[in-house]
């Protein structure tokens, strides 16, 4: 969740949603990125009580996660950029409980 400052540029406020990509596509590294990444999100959120959503992807293959308190959760199953609807469907939910979430404290 943002907001647009003076000079133009965005302020973030709580960080809920990450992407990381999957370098050369090792997954299990972007993964680590992602895992440290959600931590440092909970740091700034001052709360590890919002979940912290993540994605890693190449850009063709994309993976899901997420941090709720201290457990770290990958969804077991791959979207596609070849299966666009099944995606878009998938960043629609994400985004929806982006939206619920940015009103917590």
Do not use: M
Not at 44 to 67: M, R, Y
Not at 74 to 86: G, W
Request: with cysteine; proline share 3%.
């Amino acid at each position: 969740v943002s907001s647009k400052s003076r000079t133009g540029y965005k302020i973030l406020k709580k960080p809920l949603l990450l992407t990381v990509e999957a370098k050369n596509e090792k997954f299990e590294e972007g993964w680590c990125q992602a895992l440290l990444q959600s931590v440092v999100c909970q740091k700034i959120n001052k709360t590890n009580k919002i979940p912290i959503l993540s994605i890693v992807t190449t850009g063709d293959v994309w993976q899901f996660g997420k941090l709720e308190e201290t457990s770290f959760i990958r969804h077991p199953l791959s979207a596609s950029v070849q299966n666009t609807e099944q995606l878009l469907g998938i960043l629609d939910i994400l985004f929806s409980e982006c939206e619920k979430n940015a009103y917590e404290r």
